[in-house]
């Protein structure tokens, strides 16, 4: 038989592992516990102090029963219910954990650490509003320690008061100036209220205490994706994923930074990986935003609703849910989930910019641009509210407003400077013989639109040199004005002022009545021009076509159109060509089975070539594509396709533009299907001049 040590000498050892135990030894408290408990199976203070210390290891699944063990010798003390409470909250059981606080502070009311970790169990059971009430009965109690104000904080935060959390955090570190968590989430209260250049002053103190903790790197890359820098904020999740693997939370964010890295395919990968992890709600968000960025609008739509399923006062899933109706082009329902949004999250920046959003696609500018002012209310700087209430003014006609906001372009999230913002920007100012360098900043139609200014910004005196893409140079180079034309490849030459090419309609304070407009302002080859008007029938009407562009563009799905419904413009004395060099797989069968519809492709070999083949062309139908831009340059009459929300540049309610004055627009409304706009173009293909006579 064992012999045990007389209960004196259990004390002894007991008081003897509690020094330790405060000073902080646990390593060296604890064995001394656990032979006490060993000799003393029922030994109450022994108990609970090794469950308290098992606990403070991190190791809440020890600790319970080793506590539980100890309120079965003696139930009568709320601290003890009130530490098996605590285990319970780090071991994921809050329900249990609530019951076993309520029970502790029935035994003392006036233990305010009882009401504390119930809070930390209402937090945990997603109920911040009772969370912060019971913090509140604890500061009323006289509790005023660190933890008790960084609590708070989280429970303000969860209820969308970021303010007012971060003054809690500041108390927290008033209290304990090296308290890592609470640097934390200042960070993340501070990012709420989008003072992104504080938070990571404030993630980085974090770091400085723990830098290995997982959950502060998730910090830091959630900053860094606001501050613009995804590259630094993917390292950072990634290293948070090496070490911790098991946690959901950096893997979805991953996600957001490979999104704005435009890795959409790795991300949704990732948010998968995520919902492997985690598979609840903020998992679902998460995927829900992916498809978003996939452009599979009806799957984000689904994924939203399921999101709402499991949380109906999940105000991001309603205002995800109202941007993917809003894409699918359902804006009516879209603004019952806005609404819903802005009932749950008040003061929430993005809702009025996506309410804004649904008006726009309904045609109501004005309104957009009250909606978009509401969110700047909340955030002045909000770029991409100061872009989207420049499209609306640019659409609207007013240019000089619209294109002094399109200068908010590069502030916009994802949207880097150029390669060339070091230099200063012309503003339209006489140059006198010193070098200006113009440079292509967007698609090939909108170089081809701005082209038009090269030779205003030359008699203002400049040397110009234009950087634009190298499919355009032939096009571009007997272009009047142009000293030197190179690559965006290319390392550019000394320069004493520069000018992205869509800026230069600000630089020239362009208005409606004011659009530079020589056409053709742009020419092709007068040799190959001939060459195609001798190889091309002669007798019919020649029909330029153009039905889709490309697929990458953000808006192609509204824009182009299958070729197949194109079919009733070839009647007879009508001769079509396919002027595009690149076709959908879905409208190849069209293209090789339909007679009267040549496929030009493997001859439009360069932009040059298709300017001639527009030059042969009698006219051209087409979608918003850059051969509209280019037939429009040239002077070509063009019948331009156009969705029921159609870029800023063709203004509204006009079968006109001030840009292009041979184009004709035929705009499609929100009720309309494509073939219902197309059936309107043979009538007015009759009145052009070759086909009356």
């Known amino acids: 038989m064992p012999q045990h040590s007389s209960p004196a000498e259990a004390e002894r050892r007991t008081a003897q592992a509690l020094a330790l135990h405060r000073a902080d030894d646990l390593a060296a408290a604890e064995p001394l516990y656990r032979a006490v408990v060993a000799e003393h199976p029922r030994h109450f203070q022994a108990l609970h102090l090794l469950g308290l210390l098992r606990a403070m290891r991190g190791d809440p699944a020890d600790a319970i029963p080793l506590l539980r063990r100890a309120l079965a010798e003696d139930a009568r003390h709320g601290f003890v219910h009130s530490n098996l409470g605590n285990a319970l909250v780090d071991d994921g059981q809050p329900a249990e954990a609530l019951d076993t606080f309520d029970r502790a502070i029935a035994l003392d009311p006036k233990l305010a650490e009882a009401r504390i970790g119930r809070a930390n169990a209402l937090q945990a059971l997603n109920r911040p509003a009772d969370a912060l009430t019971a913090l509140e009965e604890a500061r009323a109690l006289g509790a005023d320690m660190a933890e008790l104000h960084n609590n708070r904080g989280n429970a ?43 938070a990571f002053a404030s993630i980085g103190i974090a770091l400085m205490f723990r830098p290995d903790d997982p959950g502060f790197l998730n910090t830091q890359g959630v900053v860094l994706r606001a501050l613009n820098r995804p590259e630094e904020a993917l390292a950072s999740f990634d ?47 998460n995927r829900a935003e992916v498809l978003t960025r996939l452009a599979r609008h009806a799957e984000a739509e689904a994924e939203d609703r399921l999101v709402l399923h499991a949380d109906p006062a999940s105000g991001q899933a309603w205002n995800g849910r109202g941007i993917a109706l809003t894409e699918l082009g359902r804006f009516e329902e879209a603004m019952s989930c806005f609404d819903r949004a802005a009932e749950l999250h008040p003061g929430n920046r993005s809702i009025p910019f996506n309410r804004g959003n649904a008006f726009r696609g309904l045609g109501r500018h004005e309104d957009a641009i009250a909606l978009y002012r509401e969110a700047l209310a909340v955030d002045p700087d909000y770029a991409d509210a100061h872009w989207n209430t420049a499209l609306s003014a640019l659409a609207l006609g007013r240019l000089e407003e619209g294109f002094r906001g399109y200068e908010w372009r590069w502030q916009r999230k994802g949207c880097r400077p150029h390669r060339h913002a070091a230099s200063p920007l012309w503003a339209g100012n006489a140059m006198e013989g010193r070098t200006l360098l113009l440079h292509a900043e ?252």
């Open 442 to 693: 967007q698609g090939l139609g909108d170089t081809i639109q701005m082209a038009r200014y090269i030779p205003l910004a030359a008699k203002r005196g400049a040397r110009v040199v234009l950087e634009a893409q190298r499919a355009l140079h032939p096009l571009l180079s007997d272009l009047p004005g142009i000293a030197a034309l190179i690559g965006a490849d290319e390392e550019a030459p000394p320069h004493d002022a520069q000018c992205p090419l869509l800026s230069l309609p600000l630089a020239f304070g362009t208005r409606l009545d004011s659009i530079p407009a020589p056409i053709p302002y742009l020419r092709a080859d007068p040799a190959r021009a001939a060459a195609w008007a001798r190889d091309l029938p002669g007798e019919a009407f020649r029909l330029g076509i153009a039905c889709s562009g490309n697929p990458e563009h953000a808006g192609d799905r509204h824009r182009s159109v299958p070729l197949a419904l194109f079919a009733p413009l070839l009647r007879p004395g009508v001769e079509a060509f396919l002027v595009q060099t690149q076709v959908r797989p879905s409208d190849e069968p069209f293209l090789a089975s339909t007679p009267g519809l040549t496929d030009l492709r493997p001859r439009l070999t360069s932009f040059a070539e298709t300017a001639a083949v527009l030059m042969a062309m009698d006219a051209v139908v087409c979608v918003d594509t850059s051969v509209a831009h280019l037939a429009g340059a040239l002077g070509r009459p063009v019948h331009l396709l156009l969705p029921s929300l159609p870029d800023w540049r063709w203004l509204l309610d006009r079968v006109d533009t001030p840009w292009y004055p041979s184009l004709r627009l035929h705009r499609r409304a929100r009720s309309e299907r494509w073939e219902d706009v197309i059936a309107r173009i043979p009538t007015a293909l009759a009145s052009e001049r070759r086909l009356a006579a």
């Open 239 to 285: 290293r948070a994923i090496a070490l911790a693997p098991q946690l959901a939370d950096p893997l979805a964010n991953r996600t957001a930074a490979l999104c704005d890295l435009g890795r959409h395919e790795e991300a949704l990968e990732s948010a998968e990986g995520a919902l492997s992890l985690a598979d609840n709600a903020a998992g679902h968000r």
């Open 156 to 198: 303000l935060r969860a209820l969308h008061r970021p303010a007012e959390a971060l003054a809690a955090y500041d108390l927290a570190i008033a209290r304990k100036p090296d308290y890592a968590s609470a640097h934390a989430n200042r960070a993340t209260a501070l990012a709420d209220l989008h003072r992104d250049t504080e």
